[in-house]
């Protein structure tokens, strides 16, 4: 019973530690593998074209979105992102779990295209956790703290919609929670491509 | 977020493993119970009542179907069995998983009556396993275990309408999976109670 691999979306907001739990979930299962987003922004420094991003002309980008190439797109702050299709589909044919670390709007548009998607919502324990810990990271401002969290309240309106909840409170736990998700995804009948048996 | 409980169904055909599967899940989770049947034949020696099963007499026994106090019952062999519904109830509230180890049929009336009940489906890897095991048991005539391969086509035939299926090659990887299976189905955003957050 060789099965299609799935698609994990992983939405969380700012500050519940969803990164880090997606390179620790990916760094230890060897048939996980990274969602690489495309991007109109220019490089920073050390970053690696298809590794960190797939850095597209804005000519390329929509061309792309006229071809119907990408599964959810957006602009934020004049730059274009999105996410390419064409390498989910070949990951899964491959039968490897794509980890999409991508926002609920995204995860939407990646449940509309691919039915074999999984949607995972990862929060802070609270949300004054929440707002701990983006003020611990020492990166923002008051304002754009008041932001994502206001944010992360329209995030978690969606939540019904999303299919699985994890509570990121001690990082390993979490991680093999979603580990666990995943696995019993794998053994769910209608995620099975061959139910019959040999006599 | 207190959960309720989750009703894990678990049905195989004889022959793949599932009563020591069960037993090793029930004896390493501290949060398992077993769903105890109810049946109007005699207690063999050595069965205690409310361990093995609920001894109840045959007037008892039919006025709990006319109660509607069972979940599923049958006959066989002139004899009735069936899963009590009061201590799922209760089970389930106290935030506890019942393990059932019931028959496809049965399964289906539990999900009828429990929105979070759990249908998994156990299988060796192979017919010809199936077969192997049934015979290496050395408990059934070829006419019996003939019977028994039948039976399981027929129920592997409702496969598509159950939610999971193990193959249960390796009892601990087995037993993992289905481990993995119910602490997925906890993290269920439909099977959360309350998804509201702290402020």
Same mark, same amino acid.
């Given at each position: 019973?060789?099965?299609?691999?799935?698609?994990?979306?992983?939405?969380?907001?700012?500050?519940?530690?969803?990164?880090?739990?997606?390179?620790?979930?990916?760094?230890?299962?060897?048939?996980?593998?990274?969602?690489?987003?495309?991007?109109?922004?220019?490089?920073?420094?050390?970053?690696?074209?298809?590794?960190?991003?797939?850095?597209?002309?804005?000519?390329?980008?929509?061309?792309?979105?006229?071809?119907?190439?990408?599964?959810?797109?957006?602009?934020?702050?004049?730059?274009?992102?999105?996410?390419?299709?064409?390498?989910?589909?070949?990951?899964?044919?491959?039968?490897?779990?794509?980890?999409?670390?991508?926002?609920?709007?995204?995860?939407?548009?990646?449940?509309?295209?691919?039915?074999?998607?999984?949607?995972?919502?990862?929060?802070?324990?609270?949300?004054?956790?929440?707002?701990?810990?983006?003020?611990?990271?020492?990166?923002?401002?008051?304002? /754009? =703290?008041?932001?994502? +969290?206001?944010? %992360?309240?329209? #995030? *978690?309106?969606?939540?019904?919609?999303? $299919?699985?909840? /994890? =509570?990121?409170?001690? +990082?390993?736990? %979490?991680?093999? #929670? *979603?580990?666990?998700?995943?696995?019993? $995804?794998?053994?769910?009948?209608?995620?099975?491509?061959?139910?019959?048996?040999?006599?």
């Amino acid at each position: 019973m060789k099965n299609k691999g799935l698609l994990i979306v992983i939405s969380a907001p700012s500050g519940a530690g969803k990164s880090t739990l997606c390179d620790t979930i990916i760094a230890r299962n060897r048939n996980f593998r990274r969602s690489i987003s495309c991007t109109t922004r220019p490089p920073r420094p050390g970053e690696k074209n298809g590794r960190d991003y797939y850095f597209l002309s804005k000519q390329k980008f929509q061309s792309l979105i006229r071809s119907g190439g990408l599964v959810e797109w957006a602009v934020v702050h004049g730059n274009y992102y999105g996410t390419p299709k064409a390498p989910l589909k070949k990951n899964i044919a491959l039968g490897r779990d794509v980890i999409l670390n991508i926002d609920v709007q995204g995860g939407f548009s990646v449940k509309k295209h691919f039915n074999n998607s999984v949607l995972i919502f990862v929060m802070a324990p609270s949300f004054k956790d929440l707002e701990k810990r983006l003020k611990g990271r020492g990166q923002d401002s008051e304002e /754009v =703290i008041r932001r994502r +969290l206001l944010n %992360a309240k329209n #995030e *978690i309106a969606c939540l019904k919609k999303y $299919e699985y909840l /994890v =509570i990121n409170d001690k +990082l390993n736990r %979490a991680a093999l #929670e *979603i580990e666990a998700i995943i696995l019993a $995804e794998h053994r769910r009948v209608r995620n099975i491509s061959n139910t019959s048996f040999k006599k």
